[in-house]
């Protein structure tokens, strides 16, 4: 009997480099099993991984499921608005501006609500992805023994960006290079804000994940 639960995470995803090497990553999450929050992950130069997280409780629920080499627990706000998203996290302000969406954001808006947001449709749109958007994967094995699937519903490219940590700019808005490694694929490659429905598969204590 297969007694593994899957919560259901529905919100965006933004992805956006700095000249200056550092890589953010940032969940918006209006709705979600762990209620309204959001989180960001950051990759240093030298390849130092962080999780700011608003509560114990999702950094216990975020670190189970992606690797980092420090955990930061403090205030995440997020504020969107149509033409300038702002992100405060600790140390942490970047603000950001989508712009509209791009000709794969068309297509995903085409699917059905439904089938959009399902785990089924997230491994649908897994081989395409890898082949259009390098280090992108939609579905995969996660820390924990965990299957996650990233379904996308919309994909809008970002066109502006300023980033401080401790009151110091990151440098100029830039592609997201290398790829992050928090899990088992990475954001595209070029600043994007992700409309998503995220879903994490997870095993009860015991038990391992169907590969």
Do not use: K
Not at 13 to 21: R, S, W
Not at 98 to 107: D, I, K
Not at 173 to 200: H, K
């Amino acid at each position: 009997m297969n007694t593994a639960r899957r919560m259901r995470f529905d919100g965006w995803i933004a992805g956006v480099g700095t000249t200056a090497g550092v890589r953010i990553v940032v969940g918006y999450w209006p709705l979600s099993p762990l209620g309204p929050f959001a989180d960001v992950m950051v990759e240093r130069a030298d390849g130092h991984r962080l999780l700011l997280a608003p509560s114990e409780e999702v950094a216990e629920f975020v670190t189970a499921t992606y690797r980092f080499d420090e955990v930061v627990v403090c205030p995440v706000t997020v504020a969107p608005a149509r033409d300038r998203w702002e992100v405060t996290a600790g140390p942490l302000l970047l603000t950001f501006t989508p712009g509209r969406s791009t000709a794969l954001g068309h297509l995903l808006r085409l699917a059905p609500g439904r089938l959009a947001g399902s785990p089924r449709w997230a491994a649908l749109c897994d081989v395409p992805a890898r082949v259009l958007m390098r280090g992108v994967r939609t579905r995969g094995s996660a820390g924990a023994g965990r299957r996650e699937w990233y379904a996308a519903r919309d994909l809008r490219s970002i066109t502006a960006a300023q980033a401080f940590w401790d009151g110091r700019e990151l440098g100029a808005l830039s592609d997201v290079r290398p790829p992050v490694r928090f899990g088992f694929g990475s954001v595209p490659r070029r600043p994007s804000l992700t409309r998503v429905v995220t879903t994490v598969e997870v095993s009860a204590p015991g038990r391992r994940a169907r590969p």
